[in-house]
């Protein structure tokens, strides 16, 4: 007799980030070192910016992760993605990229950048399977550790 397993479905889903979100956005940054750490006030900079991007992911009620950038005219950015500790490798850092790359596409996007540390290895094999590219190197982009950065860019249909 075999044995049955079940498996469950969080219930996710990607919606703009608000004002009130802005204390567990920087709980879940914090968490990490890779991601660019920035003050309160800038997080509430992009929920007020035409030009930025700012998406968060709730799984179950609860936010656990977050994604931030910015369009000017044709390209835009990613400028920081992180998924809570426990929520990684669920298809959730996924969800927020897919949400921006269609998001900046609907808009007239046609090439996205980010920047991402040298020593990301995760960070860089999760781009490259989204389909961006390497393009070159920042050195000394980042600071506490000091840290090169790669440049990576993605063409979007259309």
Known sequence: MGVESRQTRAATSVRRFRAEDVDEVMAIA?????????????????VEEDESLALVLETNGALTGFLVGRRIED???VLNLAVGKK??????????LEAALEHFASRGGNRVYLEVRESNTA???FYER???????????YYRDPDEAALTMEKKLPG
């Open 75 to 77: 390209q835009s950015e």
């Open 87 to 96: 929520h990684r490798r669920k298809g959730q850092g996924t969800a927020l």
């Open 30 to 46: 914090a968490g990490y070192l890779e991601v660019a750490s920035w003050s309160r006030a800038s997080y509430l900079r992009f």
């Open 130 to 140: 989204h389909g961006f590219a390497r393009t070159g190197r920042r050195k000394g």
């Open 123 to 125: 960070a860089i094999a």
